[in-house]
């Protein structure tokens, strides 16, 4: 059974449509709610107090991964072993405290430091506020109003502070010295972490840039699979609000060149990215490359999530 890979043209096609997507979206957010501190701010019921792990997968796509359905690439989490869900808002609060303390000493107020808030602290800061977001969506109370509304707001300050860090430093993940690198080419990440939460807000047209950024402009990094991964999903989302039938069609063409183009190399998102190129190709009328590309995800990944999200039709040859 032969499986299509990809295509020379829908890809330089893509191209430029990533190039459109990057150059989108630019503009800071004109209103970023402020964190007010930790008051108030309810601890997800049902969760051990100790869960919110660094090191777990975020989902990638809500609808699409649920339960952390791949594995991104090891990051440079600051949280290794993980903190405790109180922890982590004990953390923001102070970060946030600092940052506004060194502002007031910039501005003569000595009984604060002068010293800002260095890149790796900024990092560590939109790190925590993500993981915050994370652990509040997985939590009992996510549905209420007010836990929705600290989603957001972490989110849009965990995407504040990625921005900050690739705009300002492009070495953040170097240690405070700048003497002992980390890991080079820190921007990838943020980039992937800022589509991801603005995809999750809603934000279709930013999450594109975000993702399409990452792939023109790092091609040789492990999140771009993902960033690939990432633009088609945000795609598809913006596919389905199209009311113009040939816009949509278009827009579902260009979702499949660029789940097609998150299988190489292979890495932890090649199986969902098989499941989407086959519920994309469906979505199109194509039941052939539909039936392909679910067969791969059979041979392949056989005992993986997204194996087990293969239609019934594809399953049973029809």
Same mark, same amino acid.
């Given at each position: 059974?032969?499986?299509?890979g990809?295509?020379?043209?829908?890809l330089? *096609?893509?191209?430029?449509?990533?190039?459109?997507a990057?150059?989108?979206?630019?503009?800071?957010?004109?209103?970023?709610?402020?964190?007010?501190?930790?008051?108030?701010?309810?601890?997800p019921?049902?969760?051990?107090r100790?869960?919110?792990?660094a090191?777990?997968?975020?989902?990638?796509?809500?609808? @699409?991964?649920?339960?952390?359905?791949?594995?991104?690439?090891?990051?440079?989490?600051?949280?290794?072993?993980?903190?405790?869900?109180?922890q982590?808002?004990?953390?923001v609060?102070?970060?946030?405290?600092?940052?506004a303390?060194?502002?007031?000493?910039a501005?003569?107020?000595?009984?604060?430091?002068?010293?800002?808030?260095?890149?790796?602290?900024?990092f560590?800061?939109?790190?925590?506020?993500r993981?915050?977001?994370r652990?509040? @969506?997985?939590?009992?109370?996510?549905?209420?109003?007010?836990?929705?509304?600290?989603?957001?707001?972490?989110?849009r300050?965990?995407?504040k502070?990625?921005?900050?860090?690739?705009? *300002?430093?492009?070495?953040?993940?170097?240690?405070?010295?700048?003497?002992?690198?980390?890991?080079?080419?820190?921007?990838?990440?943020?980039?992937?972490?800022?589509?991801?939460?603005? &995809?999750?807000?809603?934000?279709?047209?930013?999450?594109?840039? %975000?993702?399409?950024?990452?792939?023109?402009?790092?091609k040789?990094?492990?999140?771009?699979?993902? %960033?690939?991964?990432?633009?088609?999903? @945000? *795609?598809?989302?913006?596919? &389905?609000?199209?009311?113009?039938?040939?816009?949509?069609?278009?827009?579902?063409g260009?979702?499949?060149?660029?789940f097609?183009?998150?299988?190489?190399?292979?890495?932890?998102?090649?199986?969902? @990215?098989?499941?989407?190129?086959g519920?994309?190709?469906?979505? &199109?009328?194509?039941r052939?490359? %539909?039936?392909?590309?679910?067969?791969?995800?059979?041979?392949?990944?056989?005992?993986?999530?997204a194996?087990?999200?293969?239609?019934?039709?594809?399953?049973?040859?029809k």
């Amino acid at each position: 059974m032969a499986f299509r890979g990809i295509d020379r043209g829908p890809l330089l *096609t893509l191209v430029v449509v990533l190039i459109a997507a990057s150059c989108a979206g630019r503009d800071p957010d004109l209103t970023i709610p402020e964190w007010t501190g930790s008051s108030g701010v309810p601890e997800p019921a049902g969760e051990p107090r100790v869960a919110v792990m660094a090191s777990e997968p975020e989902a990638g796509r809500a609808e @699409a991964a649920p339960d952390a359905a791949f594995t991104p690439p090891e990051g440079r989490d600051p949280f290794p072993r993980g903190l405790p869900y109180n922890q982590l808002l004990d953390r923001v609060d102070f970060l946030e405290n600092y940052r506004a303390c060194s502002g007031s000493a910039a501005a003569g107020d000595y009984s604060c430091s002068r010293v800002p808030l260095t890149p790796r602290l900024i990092f560590e800061l939109a790190s925590s506020y993500r993981l915050l977001a994370r652990s509040l @969506a997985q939590g009992d109370r996510a549905f209420e109003d007010k836990t929705k509304r600290l989603i957001g707001v972490a989110r849009r300050n965990s995407v504040k502070n990625y921005n900050i860090l690739i705009s *300002t430093d492009a070495d953040f993940c170097m240690d405070d010295d700048h003497d002992e690198p980390l890991l080079r080419h820190c921007t990838d990440e943020a980039l992937y972490y800022i589509g991801l939460q603005q &995809q999750e807000l809603g934000e279709t047209q930013k999450a594109q840039a %975000a993702f399409g950024k990452l792939v023109l402009d790092h091609k040789d990094s492990p999140w771009r699979p993902y %960033a690939y991964y990432g633009f088609g999903a @945000a *795609t598809v989302d913006a596919a &389905q609000n199209e009311s113009d039938p040939s816009k949509r069609s278009e827009l579902y063409g260009f979702a499949e060149t660029s789940f097609t183009g998150a299988l190489i190399p292979a890495s932890g998102v090649t199986g969902m @990215a098989l499941l989407e190129l086959g519920n994309v190709r469906e979505l &199109q009328g194509d039941r052939k490359g %539909a039936l392909d590309a679910f067969h791969q995800l059979q041979l392949t990944h056989t005992s993986s999530r997204a194996s087990a999200r293969i239609p019934d039709w594809a399953r049973l040859g029809k």
